[in-house]
């Protein structure tokens, strides 16, 4: 069992920067690859970025790469994704979630959820 909670969301101007965390319980987050979605109102959920359980590997979306960068800590449960370069079609509530099959693109895949940060990009 994993419990993920994210923070570090609010309001920034287009062009700013936000870094998000992920703090996950349980001692086995280090087995767990982590993905970074988002969902804005009336759209649904979309992949953004992943992270393999030992930080190897990462993969990102076509529409934030060179923008976001994903990283993690396993000493501290902890998996990050700084944004950079934000834009008001940004604006979303965002989630991590794990899954211990490694890095997915579908959201189904994942089992743990976090409850998600909500990220404001003002124009």
């Known amino acids: 069992q994993v419990q993920l909670a994210e923070s570090g969301g609010g309001l920034v101007q287009a062009g700013g920067s936000l870094r998000l965390s992920c703090a996950a319980s349980?001692?086995?987050?280090?087995?767990?690859?982590m993905g970074w979605f988002r969902q804005a109102p009336g759209k649904e959920r979309e992949f953004l970025g992943g992270?393999?359980?030992?930080?190897?590997?990462?993969s990102y979306a076509v529409s934030v790469k060179g923008r976001f960068t994903i990283s993690r800590d396993n000493a501290k449960n902890t998996v990050y994704l700084q944004m950079n370069s934000l834009k008001p079609e940004d604006t979303a509530v965002y989630y991590c979630?794990?899954?211990?099959?490694?890095?997915?693109?579908?959201?189904?895949?994942?089992?743990?959820w976090g409850q998600g940060t909500q990220v404001t990009v003002s124009s």
């Open positions: 979630a794990a899954n211990p099959d490694g890095v997915r693109t579908i959201a189904t895949a994942y089992d743990y």
């Open positions: 349980g001692r086995t987050f280090s087995s767990y690859a």
């Open positions: 992270i393999s359980w030992s930080g190897a590997y990462t």
